[in-house]
C-alpha cells in the first residue's frame, strides 16, 4: 500500500520549567472587603512533545502489520495485474482488426468492459478488506502508544505531553512537500528543541521492550534534528 499509514509517529521533549514569581506594582485595594488568599503558582511545569510519527514507524508491532498487509493485498496485486495483461491483449487486437470487422470490434470491446468491470471489483474487494484490518490495527497501536506515554510521564514527571506529525529521514525532512505542509497545514510545530528533552525514542524502545522486540529497542535514529 502506498499510503501507510498510518500513520503514524516523533517523540520531542521540551522539557521547559517556567516560574513564576510574585507580581510587582500591584494595585493597593481600596475597598473594605477582606481579599482571599492568591493561589501559590505552581514550582514549575514540565512539557514534552511527541512525534507521533516517528513512534509509529519505530514500533516493531506497527512493522510486522505493514508485513502483514503486504501478505494480503498480494493476491489482488497478482489477479490485477493479470486482468490487466489480458486488457493489453484486447486493446493490441482492437488495434489490429481489419476494416470493417465491426462485429469482431464489438465483441472485443464487450470482453474489455467484463475485464474492467473485474478489475474494479478486484480493487473495492482488497480496498474492503485492507481497510477494515488496518482500522483494527491501528486503534490497538495507539492506545498502546498512549499508556506508554501516560507511564513514562508519570514517571518522568512530565504535566503535559502533546504529539504532532513530522518526517523522521533527512531527505524527507527536507523535501519540498514536507515544507510546504508545514507552512500551509502546520501550527505550533517544534522548530527547534534541546536533544537531551526528546523522548520519542525512549517511547519506541519502551513500546518495542514490551513486544520482546530484539534489545527491546528501536531500529534506526531518533528524530530528525533532535539526535542525541
Sequence with gaps: MKKAVL?????????????VGPLSGQTPNNNNYPTSATPAAPAGTRIAILN????????AKYQRFQEEMKAIVEPFTKRHNELQQ???????QAANLPRGQSEQGAEIEKKARDIQRQMDDNKTEAQ????KRSDEEMQIIYMDIYQAVQGYA??????????????IMKDDFLSAQNIARKLNTG???PLITA??????????DLLNASTGSPNGASQGAAP????R
Design 7 to 19: 500513520t503514524v509517529g516523533t517523540v520531542l521533549v521540551l522539557g521547559v520549567l517556567w516560574y
Design 195 to 204: 536533544p537531551n528533552l526528546d523522548i520519542s525514542k525512549d517511547i519506541a
Design 224 to 227: 530528525v534534528g533532535t539526535q
Design 187 to 189: 501550527a505550533l510545530m
Design 52 to 59: 507521533l510519527t516517528y513512534v509509529i514507524k519505530k514500533y
Design 86 to 92: 489480458q486488457l493489453e491483449e484486447l486493446r493490441k
Design 128 to 131: 474492503l478488506k485492507m481497510g
Design 154 to 167: 508519570s514517571s518522568h514527571g512530565f504535566d503535559l505531553v502533546l504529539h504532532y506529525n513530522d518526517a
